[in-house]
């Protein structure tokens, strides 16, 4: 599996699968998520309406992972993971974790070989960079998923940075 950094935005991203960091309710919202829904179309909602429907009733689980179309992105597939709301009481990384190992878990079901990761829970969530990094880079190298490239796509420079320190090491 190669690891590669890109600065920019994710929804702009030639991959076969973008992962979104989403809610649990499969709605839409802020940050990753507004953008992937304003960009892919309205598609990607109805798909997501008919999983709220069916799999997903009470919305799909903190660390868990599901894919739709990618509507009208230059992507195949959305797999939409639910990272978790960064506590300073309580040791939530095992969930953040499982967005990623989960998300690339299914991608490897799709037959997606490349993926592009945002750095989930960074934003709106709360989860310091200098944190996150450490925790997505090593669940994507310790996966045994069957993709090839990985990418990870942060939107500015601090996030870039924090990533680059990781993967050196
Ligand atoms: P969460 O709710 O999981 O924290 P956010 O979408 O708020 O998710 O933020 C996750 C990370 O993605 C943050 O570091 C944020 O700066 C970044 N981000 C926001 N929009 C984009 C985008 N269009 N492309 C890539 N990264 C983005």
């Not at 991959?15 to 598609?43: E, K």
């Not at 008919?50 to 992972?65: F, I, V």
């Not at 799709?110 to 750095?119: E, I, T």
Request: net charge negative; proline share 4%; aromatic share 6%.
């Amino acid at each position: 599996m190669d690891i590669t950094l890109v600065q920019g935005d994710i929804t702009e991203q030639a991959v076969d699968a973008i992962v979104n960091a989403a809610n649990s309710s499969l709605m839409g919202g802020g940050g990753v998520d507004g953008a992937v829904h304003r960009r892919g179309g309205p598609a990607i909602l109805r798909e997501c309406r008919e999983l709220r429907a069916s799999r997903y009733g009470r919305g799909l689980p903190t660390g868990q992972a599901v894919a739709t179309t990618a509507g009208d992105l230059a992507a195949r597939w959305v797999i939409h993971t639910v990272g978790p709301v960064h506590s300073r009481t309580e040791d939530r990384s095992e969930l953040l974790a499982s967005c990623y190992r989960e998300s690339l878990r299914v991608a490897g079901e799709l037959g997606a070989a490349s993926v592009a990761f945002p750095a989930i829970s960074t934003g709106i969530y709360g989860w310091p960079l200098d944190d996150g990094a450490p925790i997505a880079v090593a669940a994507v190298r310790g996966s045994d998923a069957p993709v090839k490239d990985v990418r990870f796509v942060l939107f500015d420079a601090e996030a870039y940075a924090a990533f680059e320190r990781e993967l050196g090491r």
